[in-house]
């Protein structure tokens, strides 16, 4: 089949992978503004469903493993392109690399069978040749996967990305913020070519409507070349901070300073390494094709920092780069021993005004009772390779499916009903924490407040752990039922009864199946 077609047009629906992804959550209503249909891939479709432009007429959401050649197949069915933002990093660890291969390699083959005229890719900017750094490789090895078939790839290799909610904005942040002196890596003095989020999004819409674009390879680039001690400086000048001492060293291996960056920002070691590993690689465009094409005004890094910060401080973050992390499956509560701790109590107020003030726990609310020792126990999760409290929320009063909240995750939501959350803190077992609320049965204007934390224990380390904190439940958990108790009727004094709370947007589409 000859794909010589090279212009795509709103009649056929556009494949996006990565929806719940840091750039895809951003892209798919950009293309939706644009009049694209558009085609979204999800494992777990609930993830999108509070998006904003989820129920637009033109958006169609399929649950599909990319895993699965059939599925994939069938998705891609009646589409005219697809763009590949799929990476395996947060999810396969050390095997990132050749997992990524393999399912580039699986894509491409799928985008042949269904006669797709065009595949989109982000990748990496970096020099070409031997010493690239195993992320970087990662990135070319996916280009190379995706041109393996027929169809043509627009390739797009971008250097540090700016914007709220980025990885790399995340740990720049972090480390200036928290650290007036910095002990750090050579890589300081590598130069790099950042470019604003949205400038990124630009490229990536634009590039439908330029035919010149077609299996090409496109840098891009902010105007601004820096070293990474500079691209520090300008951020501590627009968080209105001090210069900060940065002392470059060279024995801080690579895996050193992902340790350090695991301890000092929300990022894990498993991601933060090969990110400190390419920062060693010089990141600069070698041409301007791309904004030749498809001109536009680009951000320079302090514009584009501040753009950032300022979405930050509206809370108006869009997407973040813990979007994509996964939600594991149901565990086995039926097999084996389950501790269940659960408490119940009356609320003085109605059943919108207590969801609403479960729904700002977390973050910079805290957990209503021993702040103190949530904080410790984030500390302690820290050292050993967990999340900690650092990843935040996005909203200080909605929570969403899916959503990354400090040390857990959200995996069950009916608005006015129930909220609850995983554990992804390092445990020796896996804990859930739920809550519910109820009217009461004989009062309307009241409801009833029911806190339930399970844990499955894994081993005798898991029931070592689950009796060394048991003493502790009547304090924390205790403290935390009566704090939203509290909160939930300051809330329904100041609320007018029967007002939807702002906690509860989106229902789960089935919420009668098992909580996952």
Request: hydrophobic residues 40%; charged residues 25%; contains cysteine.
């Given at each position: 089949?000859s794909?010589?077609?090279t212009e795509t047009?709103?009649?056929?629906?556009?494949?996006v992978?990565?929806?719940?992804?840091?750039?895809?959550?951003?892209l798919v209503p950009?293309?939706v503004e644009?009049?694209?249909r558009?085609?979204?891939?999800?494992?777990?479709?609930?993830?999108l469903?509070?998006?904003p432009w989820?129920?637009?007429?033109n958006v169609e959401?399929i649950?599909?493993?990319i895993?699965?050649?059939d599925?994939?197949?069938?998705?891609m069915q009646g589409?005219?392109?697809?763009y590949?933002l799929v990476?395996?990093?947060?999810v396969a660890?050390?095997?990132?690399?050749?997992?990524?291969?393999?399912?580039?390699r699986?894509?491409?083959?799928?985008?042949?069978a269904?006669?797709l005229?065009?595949i989109i890719y982000?990748?990496?900017?970096?020099?070409?040749?031997?010493?690239?750094?195993?992320?970087?490789?990662?990135?070319?090895?996916?280009?190379?996967?995706?041109?393996?078939?027929?169809?043509?790839?627009?390739?797009?290799?971008a250097a540090?990305?700016?914007?709220?909610g980025?990885?790399?904005f995340e740990?720049?942040?972090y480390?200036?913020?928290?650290?007036?002196i910095?002990i750090?890596?050579?890589?300081v003095?590598t130069?790099?070519?950042?470019?604003?989020?949205?400038?990124?999004?630009?490229?990536l819409?634009a590039?439908f409507s330029e035919?010149a674009t077609v299996?090409?390879t496109?840098?891009?680039?902010?105007p601004?070349?820096?070293?990474?001690?500079?691209?520090?400086?300008?951020m501590a000048q627009a968080?209105?901070l001090?210069k900060?001492?940065?002392i470059?060293v060279?024995?801080l291996t690579p895996?050193?300073s992902?340790?350090w960056?695991h301890?000092?920002t929300?990022?894990?070691h498993?991601i933060a390494r090969?990110?400190?590993?390419?920062?060693r690689?010089k990141?600069?465009?070698?041409?301007?094709?791309a904004h030749?094409?498809m001109p536009?005004?680009?951000?320079?890094?302090?514009e584009s920092?501040?753009?950032?910060?300022?979405?930050?401080?509206a809370?108006d973050v869009e997407?973040?780069?813990?979007?994509a992390g996964?939600?594991p499956?149901?565990p086995?509560?039926?097999g084996g021993k389950?501790?269940?701790?659960r408490?119940?109590i009356e609320?003085d107020a109605?059943v919108?005004?207590a969801?609403q003030?479960i729904c700002?726990?977390?973050?910079?609310q805290?957990?209503?009772?021993?702040d103190?020792?949530w904080?410790?126990?984030g500390?302690?999760d820290r050292?050993?390779g967990?999340?900690?409290?650092?990843?935040?929320?996005?909203?200080?009063?909605?929570?969403?499916?899916g959503?990354?909240?400090?040390?857990?995750?959200v995996t069950?939501?009916?608005?006015n009903?129930?909220?609850?959350?995983?554990?992804e803190?390092?445990?020796p077992?896996?804990a859930?924490?739920?809550?519910?609320?109820?009217?009461?049965?004989e009062?309307h204007?009241?409801?009833m407040?029911?806190?339930t934390?399970?844990?499955?224990?894994?081993g005798?380390?898991?029931?070592a752990?689950?009796?060394?904190?048991l003493?502790?439940?009547?304090f924390?958990?205790?403290?935390m039922?009566?704090g939203?108790r509290?909160?939930?009727e300051?809330?329904g004094?100041?609320?007018p009864?029967g007002?939807a709370?702002?906690g509860g947007?989106i229902?789960?589409p089935?919420?009668?199946?098992?909580?996952p």
């Amino acid at each position: 089949m000859s794909h010589t077609t090279t212009e795509t047009t709103p009649s056929k629906p556009v494949l996006v992978t990565g929806a719940t992804g840091y750039i895809g959550g951003r892209l798919v209503p950009r293309l939706v503004e644009r009049g694209y249909r558009v085609r979204c891939l999800a494992r777990e479709p609930r993830k999108l469903s509070d998006r904003p432009w989820a129920e637009r007429p033109n958006v169609e959401i399929i649950r599909c493993d990319i895993d699965d050649p059939d599925a994939l197949r069938a998705a891609m069915q009646g589409c005219c392109a697809t763009y590949y933002l799929v990476h395996s990093m947060m999810v396969a660890g050390a095997d990132y690399r050749e997992r990524d291969r393999v399912l580039a390699r699986g894509f491409a083959e799928a985008a042949e069978a269904a006669g797709l005229e065009r595949i989109i890719y982000l990748g990496g900017l970096g020099e070409i040749g031997d010493k690239l750094s195993e992320h970087l490789a990662s990135r070319r090895e996916v280009e190379t996967a995706l041109a393996s078939g027929s169809v043509p790839v627009t390739v797009f290799r971008a250097a540090m990305i700016i914007g709220s909610g980025s990885a790399s904005f995340e740990i720049l942040r972090y480390l200036v913020e928290r650290l007036p002196i910095m002990i750090t890596p050579r890589w300081v003095s590598t130069e790099a070519q950042p470019i604003a989020v949205r400038n990124v999004l630009h490229y990536l819409v634009a590039c439908f409507s330029e035919p010149a674009t077609v299996g090409k390879t496109l840098d891009i680039g902010g105007p601004d070349i820096m070293t990474y001690r500079q691209i520090m400086q300008t951020m501590a000048q627009a968080l209105g901070l001090r210069k900060r001492w940065v002392i470059p060293v060279p024995v801080l291996t690579p895996r050193l300073s992902s340790l350090w960056i695991h301890l000092v920002t929300p990022l894990s070691h498993r991601i933060a390494r090969p990110l400190a590993e390419g920062l060693r690689n010089k990141v600069v465009c070698r041409e301007d094709e791309a904004h030749r094409l498809m001109p536009q005004r680009l951000l320079t890094v302090r514009e584009s920092i501040d753009a950032a910060l300022g979405k930050l401080e509206a809370h108006d973050v869009e997407t973040t780069w813990s979007d994509a992390g996964p939600i594991p499956g149901d565990p086995d509560w039926s097999g084996g021993k389950v501790f269940v701790d659960r408490r119940t109590i009356e609320v003085d107020a109605g059943v919108e005004a207590a969801y609403q003030a479960i729904c700002r726990i977390g973050g910079g609310q805290g957990y209503y009772a021993a702040d103190w020792l949530w904080r410790l126990r984030g500390w302690m999760d820290r050292l050993v390779g967990g999340p900690g409290l650092r990843r935040g929320r996005h909203d200080s009063e909605r929570v969403s499916y899916g959503e990354a909240l400090d040390f857990w995750r959200v995996t069950g939501i009916a608005p006015n009903r129930r909220l609850e959350l995983r554990a992804e803190m390092k445990l020796p077992g896996e804990a859930s924490l739920e809550f519910e609320v109820q009217p009461h049965p004989e009062d309307h204007g009241r409801c009833m407040f029911v806190q339930t934390a399970r844990f499955k224990p894994r081993g005798l380390l898991g029931l070592a752990y689950w009796y060394a904190v048991l003493p502790l439940h009547s304090f924390v958990f205790s403290g935390m039922l009566k704090g939203i108790r509290r909160a939930a009727e300051a809330i329904g004094r100041t609320t007018p009864t029967g007002q939807a709370a702002p906690g509860g947007r989106i229902a789960e589409p089935n919420d009668s199946a098992p909580l996952p």
